[in-house]
């Protein structure tokens, strides 16, 4: 079994398609094919169903997923660890983002980081998926670290820490019915016109259950993947929404107002739990910064 083997099987499993891992990783299809063939030869398993339109992973190859990420993720950590050694930190680090980042300026972050370790690339991603994309990127071996909303950690192969937190609260246009109120309730929402955010985010995981914990449902008039286009809604009185307290001072002609009880929205730093030096340092840049 060779490491090249490994790194097809687990960009096939990503793709679930021969053709497009072929693409991706700059081989010929029947190479790709024959590579997997012969790795399932010695396993004595089969690692992928081709029997429906779509492969799909079977059992065994479920489980031979997880080893083989951790095989790879190693392995590519060591040879990391000694390039270190010989020079000054250097490689590219991918970074996935949110819409807000609370307490945590990342600008300043990236502008120490640069700083310490001028040969760093640092890619930023963003995902219209939010926080369970950039988890899910990251167990793939897509993406280094990201800041996400969600604690729950898709794989034991990504490691979550919280960072910050801060309340959220009701965003509306001055005139609307409850823009008088010092507080409002998330049961003062039911029926309202309210601008939600795609699934996969934090946010939106956080209000549905909210939502839910008091019985109510907003009239979901919108769902955006932008707080700047909601800003832009709610200005032109199309709806209502909710956001972290440090995206809503972005728009100080919108009235914020807290809720009661309040609603917390975490900032929280995933990351591979095998890391290169660059990943480390950007992530040890992080934690001095949030710890001051």
Known sequence: MEMRQLEYFV????????????????????????????????????????????IVLTAPGEV?????????????????????????????VTLGTLMSWGGLNLATVLEEFRRLHPLVTVQLRQSLTGSAGHLEAIADGKMDLALVSLSASPSRLV??????????????????????????????????????????WGIRQRLDAGFAAVGVQPTSAYEVADYAIAAELVRHRLAATV?????????????GIPLSPPVTWTLYLASAASRTGAVTALVDTISRYIEG
């Open 64 to 92: 031979f997923l997880q080893h083989a990420r951790e095989v790879i993720h190693t392995a590519q950590r060591a040879q990391a660890s000694m390039a270190d050694y010989r020079d000054q930190l250097t490689g590219t």
């Open 243 to 255: 956001l972290p307290v440090s995206a809503a001072e972005r728009y100080p002609d919108l009235r």
């Open 11 to 54: 960009t096939v499993a990503s793709e679930l398609n021969f053709s497009r891992a072929a693409q991706r990783i700059h081989v010929v299809q029947s190479a790709l094919s024959a590579s997997v063939a012969k790795l399932e030869k010695e396993l004595g398993v089969e690692l992928f169903d081709r029997s429906k339109r779509q």
């Open 159 to 200: 490691a979550v820490r919280e960072l910050t937190h801060e309340p959220m609260v009701f965003v509306c246009k001055p005139g609307h019915e409850l823009a008088g109120r010092r507080h409002v309730k998330l049961g003062d929402l039911d029926g309202q016109d309210f601008i939600q955010f795609p699934r996969g």
